[in-house]
């Protein structure tokens, strides 16, 4: 049984930075891409990044690139977002996420995680 953990949320200020955790177990995850996405209360699921896990190539929203990281640990199972500079705007529910690599849709989800960036 696959599991998405997300750790990491809070309250930080504007301009302020978070780093979140997503820790994955259940299966092994070679062949997967694993993505961050959020979702603003009334708005739609926004994809932010992704990074596949064999060979660590990565992908990113044009509205975090350059402020946010996307990275992982195999050893750790667990992939993480480096969140820099963030905007008030950005506060929303954090969810990490898994695909086969070759799959359009992302077959796992966490529970999500709150990140609320004050002004």
């Known amino acids: 049984q696959v599991q998405l953990v997300e750790s990491g949320g809070g309250l930080v200020q504007a301009g302020g930075s978070l780093r979140l955790s997503c820790a994955a177990s259940?299966?092994?995850?070679?062949?997967?891409?694993m993505g961050w996405f959020r979702q603003a209360p009334g708005k739609e699921r926004e994809f932010l990044a992704a990074?596949?896990?064999?060979?660590?190539?990565?992908s990113y929203a044009d509205s975090v690139k350059g402020r946010f990281t996307i990275s992982r640990d195999n050893a750790k199972n667990t992939v993480y977002l480096q969140m820099n500079s963030l905007k008030p705007e950005e506060t929303a529910v954090y969810y990490c996420?898994?695909?086969?690599?070759?799959?359009?849709?992302?077959?796992?989800w966490g529970q999500g995680t709150q990140v609320t960036v004050s002004s």
């Open positions: 259940g299966r092994t995850f070679t062949n997967y891409r």
């Open positions: 996420a898994a695909r086969v690599v070759f799959k359009r849709d992302y077959d796992y």
């Open positions: 990074i596949n896990w064999s060979d660590g190539s990565t």
